[in-house]
């Protein structure tokens, strides 16, 4: 069982340590127009893995998606 935590706790963290890169990113693209693509592509996988999260529980895929729409909001919505 021990075996198991450890499995969901590096889960959760690689979808945490993910979910900061992309948001990182938007944020610095925001600021200064640079690493357009690699907050795109930073938000693709962060997209895929939040669909591979929900197949498997909400409860899993509940972080990723709170990281994926705070990146797609800091990247791609303008307020004037």
Not at 28 to 39: A, D, L, M, N
């Amino acid at each position: 069982m021990e075996s198991l935590a450890y499995v969901v706790v590096t889960i959760l963290t690689v979808q945490a340590l993910i979910g900061l890169a992309a948001v990182t990113f938007s944020i610095v693209y925001r600021k200064t127009k640079k690493f357009k693509i690699t907050s795109i592509i930073c938000i693709g996988l962060l997209g895929v893995e939040t669909l591979m999260a929900y197949t498997l529980a909400r409860s899993v895929g509940a972080a990723s998606l709170a990281f994926l729409v705070s990146a797609v909001l800091v990247r791609f919505i303008r307020i004037p």
